[in-house]
């Protein structure tokens, strides 16, 4: 586990709000993983192409931040992360 990455307590939160696997996006052992490149591209600013090989293939990590983007997850996660959490999507 690198410097700003999800400790256990604040992945096992975010897990609910997530989208479940459709086959299509790898395994959901990945969510972790590409979370983490997500957040570290984002205080970086650094290139998705120039992510650190520890967050697995750059572009699966853009791949799912652009469908998450796209079909709201990302929305919804801060709106159950700042009123607390506790419904599932």
Partial sequence: ????????AECARLWPFLPVGNGRCGRLRD??????GILH?????AHWRDLPE???PWKTVYE???LWSADG??????????AG???RR
């Fill in 1 to 8: 586990m690198g410097r700003g990455d999800l400790t256990d």
């Fill in 31 to 36: 969510y972790r993983q590409v979370i983490d």
């Fill in 41 to 45: 591209r984002v205080r970086t600013g």
């Fill in 54 to 56: 520890r967050f697995g």
């Fill in 64 to 66: 799912r931040h652009r």
């Fill in 73 to 82: 997850t990302w929305d919804h996660v801060l709106e159950q992360v700042q």
């Fill in 85 to 87: 959490g506790g419904c």
